[in-house]
């Protein structure tokens, strides 16, 4: 069928857009099922390529919005589905897209109550930002089935002992489970890599949130500069990081139940919770923009996180880091992750 329709519409796969396009029927089954459909369930899609998933998808009674960067597989998908009315394409790069936006143009007001689901065989150029695009989202989606090169799957499902940056980063958010192994065979034209189908099973609230976490960006800090060098113990990549006296940081790790000498590797989601608790009055947090001090929210800070004008501090004293002064979510690390 993907060669009928490539030679119908005289199109030919462009690598830098990520097109490997799904050719193998029993992998597109294994989607479908870990996606568990109900009638009218709505799909966000990103990149509905030649249009065998989301053909599928509508099939399944789910009413999908279609988000695809390519102008020529707009016209393609808009042509070929037209019989499916409950299928939206939408031209649009997805990380452009705010989902609640895409859910209010194309659904009736009724409907965005409901919650939605995000399928995809995704681009894997962009698979950390499409992450962060969804999970950090409000609304996010109830669950996330996506296709995702192999090693970076296998990161983000991954258990104490060989945890990543990007693995603390989607379990906050998600419970994560690699569905299937698929072969770079399963695709045209076959990626050098293979790939997994993984299923995110998407909290409506973070557990860590529920258990205490209120400072969901200071938070992430303390887990960047715990990531900052993996290979070192945590003594060490948090003093260095943080820019702080190691016999402090070894006092303030042993307060929150953790052992110096491990590796931010081995360390449980609740233990960077005990960690930033410990952690967190060392990092700056700004205080509110001030009417009357506009240009205090740029400044730099002390120790308490107050900002002063003018001057410079250093982490241990509460130095401002960048991203890490008004953002309320954390972004998923952008470079944690390899590309094809
Ligand atoms: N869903 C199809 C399939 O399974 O055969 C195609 C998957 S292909 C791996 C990735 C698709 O994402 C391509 O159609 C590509 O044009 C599209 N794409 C790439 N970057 C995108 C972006 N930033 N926003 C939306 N779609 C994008």
Request: net charge negative; hydrophobic share 45%; charged share 25%.
């Given at each position: 069928m993907y060669r009928?329709?490539?030679r119908q519409f005289d199109f030919k796969p462009k690598k830098r857009l990520g097109q490997?396009?799904?050719?193998?029927?029993?992998?597109?089954?294994?989607?479908l099922s870990a996606a568990e459909l109900s009638p009218g369930d709505i799909v966000i899609e990103i990149g509905p390529g030649l249009g065998i998933l989301t053909e599928a998808l509508a099939k399944q009674g789910a009413r999908v919005i279609g988000v695809e960067l390519d102008v020529k597989l707009v016209a393609l998908l808009k042509k070929r589905l037209a019989g499916f009315p409950d299928v939206k394409i939408v031209h649009a790069?997805?990380?452009?897209a705010a989902p609640w936006q895409l859910l209010q143009d194309n659904l009736p007001a009724c409907d965005l109550v409901r919650g939605y689901k995000v399928i995809a065989n995704l681009p894997y150029y962009i698979t950390s930002p499409v992450l962060s695009h969804f999970l950090e989202a409000q609304p996010r989606p109830s669950k996330m089935v996506v296709m995702v090169q192999k090693e970076v799957g296998e990161a983000i499902a991954a258990a104490p002992g060989k945890m990543r940056l990007l693995s603390v980063k989607t379990?906050?958010?998600?419970?994560p489970a690699i569905v299937s192994y698929v072969p770079a065979a399963s695709f045209y034209p076959p990626p050098k890599v293979d790939s997994v189908v993984l299923r995110?099973?998407?909290?409506?609230?973070?557990?860590?949130?529920?258990?205490?976490?209120?400072?969901?960006?200071?938070?992430?800090d303390i887990v960047m500069h715990g990531f900052s060098a993996p290979r070192k113990q945590l003594r060490n990549s948090l003093a260095h990081s943080l820019e702080m006296p190691p016999g402090q940081?070894?006092?303030l790790l042993e307060k929150a139940g953790i052992e110096p000498k491990r590796r931010a590797e081995t360390l449980r989601l609740e233990e960077w919770r005990e960690l930033w608790k410990v952690f967190?009055?060392?990092?700056?947090?700004?205080?509110?923009?001030?009417?009357g001090h506009p240009e205090r929210s740029e400044g730099s800070c002390d120790a308490q996180g107050?900002?002063?004008?003018?001057e410079e501090c250093s982490p241990a004293q509460g130095k401002l880091r960048e991203g890490s002064r008004d953002s309320s979510v954390a972004r998923l690390p952008q470079n944690d992750i390899r590309g094809e």
């Open positions: 009928q329709l490539l490997h396009f799904l050719v193998d029927e029993a992998v597109l089954e294994r989607i790069d997805v990380l452009k379990q906050f958010y998600s419970r995110l099973d998407v909290y409506s609230q973070p557990p860590l949130v529920k258990s205490g976490v209120s400072d969901v960006a200071g938070f992430f940081v070894v006092s967190a009055p060392f990092l700056c947090r700004p205080e509110p923009f001030t009417s107050k900002l002063r004008e003018g």
